[in-house]
Every structure is written in structure tokens, then in C-alpha cells.
């Protein structure tokens, strides 16, 4: 059974760092196209950066430059960090596939505030 377990968040004042891990088992890792969802009160999941089984990474337009997505296939693991964390950075991110179709884990929020 898949497990997805992401860690790592907390409370940011803006401007300062941190990164997300999620740990992944239950599944061919290496062979997955893995993403970092986000989700906010009363708003859809969105896919806000992915990383390929080639380990090429995506992200969307307004996290480019501050989100670097990386993974770890020895660990199985796939990792999200974020710089100069802004307030609209604030939501709970979990990971899965590209396609968000694998079991969602419970997620790790992000709250930014000074």
C-alpha cells in the first residue's frame, strides 16, 4: 500500500526558508513522477512544483525561483525548498504523483507570518 509522509513545516516569518520532505514507500519510487501539491481553506489542491523520474523539475510560474524540487531515490524521497517564503506560501502541501492519483498523506502545513 502506498505511504506518503511529508514533514518539515511549520511557522516562517517572510523572507526566511525552509524545506519539505516526503518520505514515499509502497511504490516503484524510482520509476514515479513526483509532485508537491498545496491547499488552502475552501480552495482545490494545486500542483505547485513536480520532479520527473528523469529528475527533471516543474513548477509553476509563481513559485519559479524561490521552490527547488529535488529527489532522492535511494531514500525515496522527494524534497521541496522554499526561499523568501511569502504570506500567499501559507497552506498545507502534501506530495504524490504527478497525476495526484496515489493515497494522499496527511500533509504538512505551512503557515508564513511575522
Known amino acids: 500500500q502506498v505511504q506518503l509522509v511529508e514533514s518539515g513545516g511549520g511557522l516562517v516569518q517572510p523572507g526566511e526558508s525552509l524545506t519539505l520532505t516526503c518520505a514515499a514507500s509502497?511504490?516503484?519510487?524510482?520509476?514515479?513522477?513526483m509532485g508537491w501539491f498545496r491547499q488552502i481553506p475552501g480552495a482545490q489542491r494545486e500542483l505547485v512544483a513536480g520532479?520527473?523520474?528523469?529528475?527533471?523539475?516543474v513548477y509553476i510560474e509563481s513559485v519559479t525561483g524561490r521552490f527547488t524540487v529535488s529527489r532522492d531515490n535511494a531514500k525515496n524521497s522527494v524534497t521541496l525548498q522554499i526561499r523568501n517564503v511569502k504570506p500567499e506560501d501559507t497552506a498545507v502541501y502534501y506530495c504524490?504523483?504527478?497525476?495526484?492519483?496515489?493515497?494522499w498523506g496527511q500533509g504538512t502545513p505551512v503557515t508564513v507570518a511575522s
Open positions: 509502497g511504490l516503484e519510487f524510482k520509476f514515479t513522477n
Open positions: 504524490n504523483n504527478l497525476r495526484g492519483d496515489l493515497n
Open positions: 520532479i520527473t523520474m528523469a529528475d527533471n523539475p
